[in-house]
């Protein structure tokens, strides 16, 4: 038995190895970019059937998280398709609404009558009870089922990535605040790392190290882009060169970054390893700006897609608990704080604030053009929190909104609206068995759901 697990391990070692090694590079002196799709070779190493056909498409999945709630006055949305009427909260969607699902009333039951915040979030992907005390207990969430089952066709089986550094201790209701810190599970008591450094989460994406990793990598594969440039057909050529466009962008507002991350990394030799725990952005090495470091993970991420580097992530916007403070946004009170007067003005506001972030990254995805569509037309953005209100610290419901079609397969443009449905059948975790179905995933069951969720 173990035997035939090993070998079947070593021919799925094998298998992903030969793909990967099909697929088409720029290398340079530590460096290695993955390429988006072009019509004119088949970058991501699948075979062509017959002379004009191309490789067939990815689907992606990513998870937006935003903690404690939201503004429920202006969280709603009724019509369809164009015609969407869309609360001020969702107004940053307005031109997204034929690619949008609202979806009202969908809660998870593991996370209801269990206390708050913590034990509110730590399952929001897995629908599975959490464990009290010092020994963490969950269960693996959606998006690493997902990279375990389908993340061997890409470099990066799912990207981890956050605006807010985990905290630590336990909250009041004994659950670990790594609950509250952390949604992405990749087994039951083992949270995935999350990236909350920009000039890191590039360096994965880029495959960047080694001593040269502070110079520009469109630098070191400068003759091989030029090479490829002149090989491939006209449109690509214009793909290609807006790619590039586009990574040294990224690259250079990541510069700052890096500087930062340096800098923080020196105090912390210097200090000690305490003083990090008592650091702040910008001395702990974060951007300063949080509406530069959620642009610079969300650009990240669309470039991780885009290249078909990974096909699964989460992005933790905040966390549960969160202490990010929003003084562009004229805002008093630190996130946690504001979220206890979550009717309020204020609020309304960093709501707002936070579907704008899901906007921004749908038209990156948008903008990026592959085979007949696009690569929002190819993925599902899912955007999350973990409770209704954060006054209340109500999950008996959970805000919810879908963009992105996965390739035709999940219907768009609509209001579900399944609070009245019953308990039975209005279960996250249906939502999700779902979902992985459309990204070639069946499973029997997932959390606390054996159903798909009707009417998606």
């Not at 062509?48 to 990815?58: E, M």
């Not at 398709?81 to 690619?99: F, I, Q, S, V």
């Not at 659950?175 to 992405?184: D, Q, R, T």
Request: aromatic residues 6%.
């Amino acid at each position: 038995m173990n035997s035939s697990r090993s070998n079947l391990g070593s021919v799925s070692t094998a298998l992903r190895a030969h793909r990967l090694s099909r697929r088409t590079f720029l290398r340079g002196a530590g460096v290695a970019m993955s390429l988006p799709w072009l019509e004119s070779i088949p970058v991501w190493g699948q075979e062509v059937a017959k002379v004009g056909a191309t490789p067939s498409v990815p689907k992606r999945f990513a998870t937006l998280f935003m903690g404690t709630g939201i503004n429920a006055n202006h969280w709603w949305a009724k019509g369809s398709g164009a015609e969407m009427e869309l609360g001020d909260c969702l107004k940053p969607l307005e031109g997204l609404k034929t690619r949008l699902n609202y979806v009202h009333g969908l809660f998870n039951k593991a996370a209801t009558g269990v206390g708050i915040h913590p034990g509110q979030t730590g399952n929001l992907l897995s629908g599975v009870p959490l464990q009290k005390g010092a020994e963490l207990h969950g269960g693996i969430s959606i998006d690493q089922v997902l990279a375990n089952r389908i993340g061997q066709d890409c470099v990066q089986p799912s990207m981890v990535l956050g605006c807010e550094q985990p905290t630590t201790g336990y909250h009041e209701s004994n659950f670990s605040l790594a609950y509250s810190s952390h949604i992405s599970w990749q087994n039951a008591t083992s949270p995935v790392p999350l990236e909350a450094y920009p000039s890191l989460a590039f360096d994965a994406l880029f495959d960047n190290r080694g001593s040269q990793r502070t110079l520009s990598i469109l630098d070191r594969v400068r003759e091989q882009a030029a090479d490829l440039s002149r090989k491939v057909s006209t449109p690509d050529k214009a793909k290609l060169e807006e790619y590039l466009t586009s990574v040294r962008d990224v690259e250079k507002r990541i510069e700052a970054s890096r500087l930062a991350r340096d800098r923080a990394d020196q105090t912390v030799k210097e200090r000690g390893p305490a003083a990090a725990i008592a650091m702040q952005r910008p001395e702990n090495g974060l951007p300063e700006d949080l509406r530069e470091h959620m642009k610079l993970m969300c650009d990240l991420l669309a470039l991780g897609f885009q290249t078909d580097k990974t096909r699964i992530a989460t992005l933790l916007l905040c966390r549960d608990l969160s202490g990010l403070t929003y003084p562009f946004l004229n805002v008093r009170n630190a996130h946690h704080g504001a979220s206890h007067d979550d009717l309020s003005d204020e609020y309304k506001r960093i709501t707002t604030y936070y579907v704008s972030q899901l906007a921004y990254l749908a038209q990156r995805l948008d903008s990026m053009k592959e085979g007949e569509g696009t690569v929002l037309d190819h993925s599902c953005l899912m955007f999350i929190s973990n409770m209704w209100s954060g006054s209340h610290h109500d999950s008996s419901k959970v805000p919810l909104l879908l963009v992105g079609g996965l390739d035709g397969t999940l219907q768009t443009g609509r209001v579900l609206n399944y609070l009245e449905k019953g308990d039975e059948n209005r279960k996250l975790c249906s939502l999700y068995l779902s979902l992985m179905d459309r990204m070639g995933v069946s499973l029997e069951h997932f959390g606390d759901s054996d159903m798909r969720l009707a009417g998606i």
